[in-house]
């Protein structure tokens, strides 16, 4: 069901890759809420997903771009202005990669020209689109930007590596900018911190469906899917949450407020069962 949320604005979506990318989801759901969106990608990422072809299918601008180049971003945001006729409203920042987690390198192993990259990638690009938006005055005043993050920014989850210290840059990043570009532009700057995902990147990490599992028992309503995401989005990017700003959100069925479980613990204790006492 539409509601027109989002009627009359426009904004940019980084890293659609394919139907599983929670930014694939949050696309699809500005245009049913009424927006005008340029997607963008990696050439890479672009060749080896369906972008291209979601673009095409919804008369979507695609443009390719590397969130880590501030060259790109700029010709990124000068081409979607054009393309749009106008500043930009919205931003998601859904870009997050580690070589470190693919090529299976411990915590405690890292290889370092791996963990600058997943920095790079993961955290600081999204000070580069806030800085490149914020130079070239590319968005509307009580415009949003959203980045996704996930709760081992806070607390230490088993295998997710280089990637939590990510996730906790990229929330203070949204901090520090945000109190920038809102007391200058009243631009807000969030991030949403979501339950594991089946996405190609969170597939990537050793023991995910693991995860998944452990998430889904600990959260009294469960995880949170990506189409519920992207509809949490919506809201973010929509005038509902005009004061809403420099905050990370957990939208994670109340996962991150749990210690343990009924569900949890009953799995725990079954683990005994079959254990003589020695």
């Known amino acids: 069901m539409s509601y027109n949320l989002l009627k009359g604005k426009k ?3 980084f890293g659609a890759l394919n139907e599983m990318s929670i930014a694939w989801k949050v696309a699809e759901k500005c245009l049913e809420e009424g927006a005008q969106i340029v997607l963008t990608n990696t050439e890479l990422s672009i060749r080896m997903g369906q972008v291209k072809d979601f673009a095409a299918k919804n008369n979507v601008p695609l443009i390719p771009a590397d969130a880590t180049s501030e060259e790109d971003l700029e010709q990124l ?31 405690d192993d890292l290889d370092y020209d791996f963990l600058q990259k997943t920095l790079d990638i993961s955290a600081i690009s999204f000070h580069k689109v ?15 930007v959203v980045a996704l ?17 990510a996730k906790a840059m990229l929330e203070s990043i949204a901090r520090s ?5 809102g007391r200058e532009k009243r631009i807000r700057v969030n991030t ?10 969170g597939s990537g990490i050793k023991g ?19 189409d519920e995401c992207a509809n949490y989005c919506i809201t973010l990017f929509s005038d509902l949450t005009r004061k809403v700003t420099m905050q990370n959100l957990f939208h994670d069925g109340g996962f991150s407020s749990m210690g343990m479980s009924y569900r949890a613990m009953h799995q ?8 003589n006492d020695k």
């Open 208 to 226: 995910f469906d693991s995860l998944i599992d452990f998430a889904e028992r600990m959260s009294p309503l469960g995880n949170a899917s990506a």
């Open 11 to 13: 904004g940019i979506i």
């Open 177 to 181: 900018f945000g109190y920038i570009y």
């Open 130 to 144: 806030l800085q490149t938006a914020k130079k070239l005055d590319a968005m509307n005043e009580w415009g949003s």
């Open 77 to 107: 945001f000068s081409k979607a202005m054009d393309l749009l006729g106008g500043k930009i409203d919205f931003i998601l920042h859904s870009v997050a990669m580690s070589l470190n987690v693919r090529k299976k390198r411990p915590y």
């Open 149 to 165: 993050s996930y709760v081992a920014a806070q607390r230490t989850m088993f295998e997710y590596n280089d990637m939590a210290d």
């Open 192 to 201: 949403i911190s979501q339950s594991p995902t089946v996405t190609t990147a």
């Open 268 to 275: 725990y204790n079954k683990s005994f069962e079959n254990e």
